[in-house]
């Protein structure tokens, strides 16, 4: 009986760890994946590198709700770029990815990201994020 029951508790561990990739770190994403219920399908927008691809339906709205968290929006109400919150969230990537942050590297991906489009603010958070994912895999 022990043993089905540590079996079991097993069973579910790992059912449940699996239900975020590995690569994913950010925790308002994480956190929204559970509020919103998806099934773990949706994770498949992510590429190795962590860049958007194609988003579909519920990838839109599981990035929506992350954008929404905590004033993370990139973008004010004229969907113009946020500075603040755009050099903040290069920061944040780039110790992520365990590299060297300096302000003049801020700086430049963020010159080089600020002018992506997009159809919506979700697109064009999506286009921001994917550009400076591939300026810091430059680094």
């Given at each position: 009986?022990k043993?089905?029951?540590?079996?079991?508790?097993?069973?579910?561990?790992?059912?449940?760890?699996?239900?975020?990739?590995?690569?994913?770190?950010?925790q308002?994403?994480?956190?929204?994946?559970?509020?919103?219920?998806?099934?773990?399908?949706?994770?498949?927008?992510?590429?190795?590198?962590?860049i958007?691809?194609?988003?579909?339906?519920?990838?839109?709205?599981?990035l929506?709700?992350?954008?929404?968290?905590?004033?993370?929006?990139?973008?004010?109400?004229?969907?113009?770029?946020?500075?603040t919150h755009a050099l903040?969230?290069?920061?944040?990537?780039?110790?992520?990815?365990?590299?060297?942050?300096?302000?003049?590297?801020?700086?430049a991906?963020?010159?080089?990201?600020?002018?992506?489009?997009?159809?919506?603010?979700?697109?064009?958070?999506?286009?921001?994020?994917?550009?400076?994912?591939?300026?810091?895999?430059?680094?």
């Amino acid at each position: 009986m022990k043993a089905s029951i540590g079996l079991f508790v097993f069973l579910c561990v790992q059912v449940f760890s699996t239900e975020v990739p590995e690569f994913v770190k950010d925790q308002d994403l994480i956190d929204c994946f559970h509020k919103l219920k998806f099934d773990k399908s949706v994770w498949k927008m992510f590429d190795e590198h962590y860049i958007i691809k194609n988003p579909d339906e519920d990838g839109i709205k599981l990035l929506d709700c992350a954008l929404h968290v905590h004033g993370r929006n990139f973008f004010d109400e004229d969907e113009k770029l946020i500075k603040t919150h755009a050099l903040k969230r290069i920061k944040e990537k780039i110790e992520e990815k365990g590299k060297e942050s300096k302000d003049d590297v801020f700086e430049a991906i963020h010159e080089a990201c600020k002018h992506t489009h997009g159809d919506t603010v979700v697109l064009k958070s999506v286009n921001f994020h994917n550009c400076i994912t591939e300026e810091i895999m430059k680094l």
